[in-house]
């Protein structure tokens, strides 16, 4: 059996029982019943995923992926791709927006170079597992190969394995790459089924004229392509990239281990689309983020059946807002912990 195979045989359902006594304290908690809303859901996902009717506070990582796109050849974005290399150089610097986020948050930032097109130095920090230099131009024909795809999945199961062994018990995911919200909307339309114009949105600010030439690029490679939604993979080497797999690796493997995953942005949104089609089971293993700004987001996570925990205008990707969401993780957690129920206040329950 490959790595793959037994990660998605590993995905059980949550644990109904634990989750039951959970609502059953949560319910006896000073305040009317379900009044704490998204907070009392939070927790009560974490006691079915960790197993533990009343979690301690988890340790806290986030995995961030980077990769390149041959499609940025038809110019669907704006920036140039020196910027992917260059970007992965900030993270592990701490200047990006992630480094100081996953700062705010006390996580521990993991980068992975998972298909940049270019080498990048001999710097502590970067996790080095390049599959390839950059996907082929997915308007021309598939982004990467069958097993390409697969190999960049299993590289995203081990790095999560990884940092799981490391101690954590809560991953943010992450990812950086130009030209990447091209490869999400094609995958976003492949299982939508709605057109790319529906799904599409300027990236990192793409003008109107460059906007028409993006849809066109990725209605190209859908047709070029064909990809199958009966098959994952199939869509992911097709129309997809290194860093989706390898997020959709991370995701998968979070859920073989139960560990709580957060979902970010649009792109992370793309890889949570590809691991829900793997394993249906995965998804209740996700929390959502945020609603990014990229106006297909709302579509993936409506597809994902999950709900964003904030609504900030972000429109970054790199985690940002799946780092900013484990504070209100963190709080959903100790609301469970630290509040007392009625007995031990003396606070007189509904007549
Ligand atoms: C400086 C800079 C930092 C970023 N951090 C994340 N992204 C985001 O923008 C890219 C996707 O947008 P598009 O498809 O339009 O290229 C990804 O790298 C994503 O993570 C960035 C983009 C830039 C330019
Ligand atoms: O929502 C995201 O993740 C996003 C949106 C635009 C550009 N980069 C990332």
């Given at each position: 059996?490959?790595?793959?195979?037994?990660?998605?045989?590993?995905?059980?359902?949550?644990?109904?029982?634990?989750?039951?006594?959970?609502?059953?304290?949560?319910?006896?908690?000073?305040?009317?019943?379900?009044?704490?809303?998204m907070?009392?859901n939070?927790?009560?996902?974490?006691?079915?995923?960790?197993?533990?009717?009343?979690?301690?506070?988890?340790?806290?990582?986030?995995?961030?992926?980077?990769?390149?796109?041959?499609?940025?050849?038809?110019?669907?974005?704006?920036?140039?791709?020196?910027?992917?290399?260059?970007?992965?150089?900030?993270?592990?610097?701490?200047?990006?927006?992630?480094?100081?986020?996953?700062?705010?948050?006390?996580?521990?930032?993991?980068?992975?170079?998972?298909?940049?097109?270019?080498?990048?130095?001999?710097?502590?920090?970067?996790?080095?597992?390049?599959?390839?230099?950059?996907?082929?131009?997915?308007?021309?024909?598939?982004?990467?190969?069958?097993?390409?795809?697969?190999?960049?999945?299993?590289?995203?199961?081990?790095?999560?394995?990884?940092?799981?062994?490391?101690?954590?018990?809560?991953?943010?995911?992450?990812?950086?790459?130009?030209?990447?919200?091209?490869?999400?909307?094609?995958?976003?339309?492949?299982?939508?089924?709605?057109?790319?114009?529906?799904?599409?949105?300027?990236?990192?600010?793409?003008?109107?004229?460059?906007?028409?030439?993006?849809?066109?690029?990725?209605?190209?490679?859908?047709?070029?392509?064909?990809?199958?939604?009966?098959?994952?993979?199939?869509?992911?080497?097709?129309?997809?990239?290194?860093?989706?797999?390898?997020?959709?690796?991370?995701?998968?493997?979070?859920?073989?281990?139960?560990?709580?995953?957060?979902?970010?942005?649009?792109?992370?949104?793309?890889?949570?689309?590809?691991?829900?089609?793997?394993?249906?089971?995965?998804?209740?293993?996700?929390?959502g983020?945020?609603?990014?700004?990229?106006?297909?987001?709302?579509?993936?996570l409506?597809?994902?059946g999950i709900k964003p925990i904030?609504?900030?205008?972000?429109?970054?990707?790199?985690?940002?807002?799946?780092?900013?969401?484990?504070?209100?993780?963190?709080?959903?957690?100790?609301?469970?912990?630290?509040?007392?129920?009625?007995?031990?206040?003396?606070?007189?329950?509904?007549?």
């Amino acid at each position: 059996m490959t790595k793959l195979e037994q990660t998605l045989q590993q995905i059980k359902p949550l644990d109904e029982e634990v989750m039951e006594k959970t609502q059953a304290r949560l319910d006896d908690l000073t305040k009317p019943v379900g009044s704490l809303g998204m907070l009392e859901n939070i927790a009560k996902q974490i006691a079915g995923i960790t197993g533990s009717v009343v979690p301690e506070l988890p340790k806290k990582a986030a995995i961030l992926m980077a990769g390149d796109h041959g499609i940025v050849k038809e110019g669907v974005a704006p920036f140039p791709q020196e910027v992917t290399p260059q970007m992965v150089l900030n993270f592990v610097n701490g200047g990006a927006a992630m480094s100081v986020l996953a700062r705010h948050e006390n996580a521990k930032l993991y980068v992975v170079d998972i298909g940049v097109a270019s080498d990048l130095p001999d710097v502590p920090n970067i996790i080095k597992r390049k599959v390839a230099y950059g996907t082929k131009n997915m308007a021309e024909g598939p982004a990467m190969t069958y097993e390409e795809a697969t190999q960049a999945v299993e590289v995203g199961i081990d790095i999560a394995e990884m940092v799981i062994r490391e101690g954590a018990g809560i991953i943010a995911i992450g990812e950086m790459g130009i030209g990447n919200t091209s490869p999400s909307s094609a995958i976003i339309a492949t299982y939508s089924n709605l057109p790319v114009k529906n799904v599409v949105g300027r990236g990192t600010g793409v003008d109107d004229e460059k906007l028409k030439i993006k849809i066109a690029a990725i209605e190209k490679a859908l047709t070029v392509n064909k990809p199958n939604p009966k098959n994952p993979l199939d869509v992911l080497s097709k129309v997809g990239g290194f860093e989706i797999a390898g997020l959709t690796g991370v995701i998968l493997a979070c859920a073989a281990n139960r560990v709580p995953v957060i979902i970010d942005g649009f792109i992370s949104g793309a890889a949570a689309v590809i691991a829900k089609e793997m394993s249906p089971l995965a998804v209740n293993y996700m929390l959502g983020s945020h609603l990014s700004e990229e106006p297909g987001h709302k579509i993936i996570l409506d597809f994902l059946g999950i709900k964003p925990i904030l609504m900030m205008n972000m429109r970054l990707g790199e985690g940002t807002g799946a780092a900013l969401a484990m504070n209100v993780i963190d709080a959903s957690l100790k609301i469970l912990k630290e509040m007392s129920t009625f007995s031990e206040a003396g606070v007189s329950n509904k007549l």
